[in-house]
């Protein structure tokens, strides 16, 4: 397809996803500063404040394979600005918020931006030459744990020394900033997928996963039994299997779910849950263990901003992993990259269970965590993109994204459970227990054993399938 917009310098587009992408995963960190002091600063109690939490991880889930498939249909670049208008007004509202409500709302419009980076992973496609594409991909998509891994510190500085309103306009800037920045440079595509709005499928699967995931991400609190987490959790699954059988049946689908149940996507994505999951686990763990006070017998007793510090260049790792990682897809494929990086997560879980009582030694190894999450991050959406057509490539990230969610959430609520019922008092000071945190980090270690297996047994793509990726298809 012959392009008629101004040619752009390919590295400067690929700056400018990553930079959007940066953006949306930042705001997935931007509150664990002050986390514990939410029920004061928001004039609200304890039992309510951890929606504020819940709110953004349930949109993201939510909005993240919609805005996959209104990319498809209306343009990538079209949606992806209009998230981050709304990423921008959700900062803005919770700069400007002093209690719960308003707070949640806003929370609410941040997490719809997350649909921006697979979005980002899908304009690559459309708009770069094929041996650009690796790294590129790579760099976008490691964007979803650099953002938090750097965004911690960030945040953890902005809210140690200035009013926490601070870090919301900080965030306010960026979304704009990123706005902007796609507006002047990262061309459209015209490559449309043709079709109606699937309306009942949005209001299905919205509904589905709102319900799943709230069950998921408050049941540890609520209790496990509670008719509340027993009410969500079955309607949830419930909608979601009458929203999958509504699926099959349509014309146009929200999500095709013939393609997503090729063997290819299908194990991807199951991989990318059991990817998801280890990541999370080491989120949890590592942070507890270097704050809390020596006393313990295990904590470290590092400040928020020094312990940022130590898990900061984690996220260096991932990125700095991207031209490496675009190098080795090319040479060796996909499905290799993603075997190695969750091996080397599983390594790193594996070093992690002997060695964590210096903060040196968490430090190392979760730089090698950061090094397999950029390998195993890089190769899921070009297995993706590899086995879907190209017309589709913005649902089946969206939905491969949300599967990255599912495993977060389901290790937030596993994890929660388990440091919750470990919880002991060790010289006045109250927390989790060693064997609490020895058990998550084995699971960890499982979830990326998991990961490994299911990648060997990813099949590849046939020969003559619709994958193949056009190189610099720009439109007006």
Not at 230 to 251: C, H, M, Q, S, T
Request: one cysteine or more; a neutral charge.
């Amino acid at each position: 397809m012959e392009s008629t917009a101004p040619h752009r310098p390919f590295g400067l587009i690929i700056a400018v996803l990553a930079f959007a992408g940066l953006g949306a995963s930042f705001m997935q960190t931007i509150l664990i500063p002050i986390q514990p002091e939410l029920p004061r600063l928001l004039s609200a109690s304890s039992d309510d404040t951890p929606w504020v939490i819940t709110a953004t991880l349930v949109a993201a889930a939510v909005c993240t394979p919609i805005a996959g498939r209104l990319g498809d249909m209306y343009g990538k670049r079209r949606i992806a600005m209009a998230l981050l208008l709304l990423q921008a007004c959700g900062a803005i509202l919770a700069a400007l918020s002093e209690t719960l409500v308003p707070m949640i709302i806003a929370r609410v419009l941040q997490g719809m931006a997350a649909g921006v980076i697979p979005l980002g992973i899908s304009i690559l496609r459309d708009v770069l030459p094929a041996k650009r594409l690796g790294s590129a991909i790579a760099l976008v998509s490691a964007t979803l744990g650099v953002g938090g891994a750097l965004g911690l510190p960030l945040s953890a500085f902005v809210a140690a020394n200035f009013d926490w309103h601070a870090l919301f306009w900080l965030a306010a800037g960026i979304a704009i900033a990123c706005f902007v920045l796609y507006a002047v440079v990262v061309p459209a595509s015209t490559l449309r997928s043709p079709g109606r709005l699937d309306v009942v499928g949005i209001i299905g699967l919205a509904l589905g996963l709102v319900g799943t995931l709230i069950a998921i991400s408050r049941g540890g609190e609520w209790g496990w039994g509670d008719g509340r987490t027993l009410g969500f959790l079955i309607g949830g699954v419930v909608i979601l299997l009458v929203w999958g059988v509504y699926e099959l049946r349509v014309k146009d689908p929200l999500v095709d779910l013939r393609v997503s149940a090729r063997g290819a996507v299908l194990l991807t994505n199951l991989a990318s849950v059991a990817m998801g999951f280890a990541l999370f686990a080491s989120n949890v763990v590592f942070p507890q263990l270097l704050e809390l006070p020596t006393a313990t017998g295990i904590g470290l007793g590092l400040s928020l901003v020094v312990a940022a510090m130590v898990l900061a260049p984690s996220g260096l790792a991932m990125m700095a992993m991207s031209p490496v990682a675009g190098r080795l897809e090319r040479i060796r494929g996909p499905k290799p990259l993603l075997v190695a990086g969750a091996a080397v997560i599983a390594v790193s879980y594996g070093a992690a269970l002997l060695f964590h009582a210096e903060f040196w030694q968490i430090l190392i190894v979760n730089i090698l965590l950061g090094i397999g999450v950029g390998l195993g991050y890089a190769a899921m959406p070009a297995l993706i993109m590899r086995a879907v057509p190209a017309s589709e490539t913005g649902a089946a990230n969206g939905l491969n994204a949300l599967m990255r969610s599912l495993g977060t959430s389901v290790a937030a609520a596993v994890v929660g459970a388990i440091l919750a019922q470990s919880v002991t008092t060790v010289h006045g000071v109250v927390g989790p227990s060693e064997s609490g945190f020895m058990i998550t980090l084995a699971l960890g270690l499982g979830a990326a054993v998991l990961c490994v297996i299911l990648a060997a047994f990813i099949p590849h793509p046939k020969k003559g399938a619709e994958t193949a990726i056009p190189e610099g298809v720009l439109g007006d």
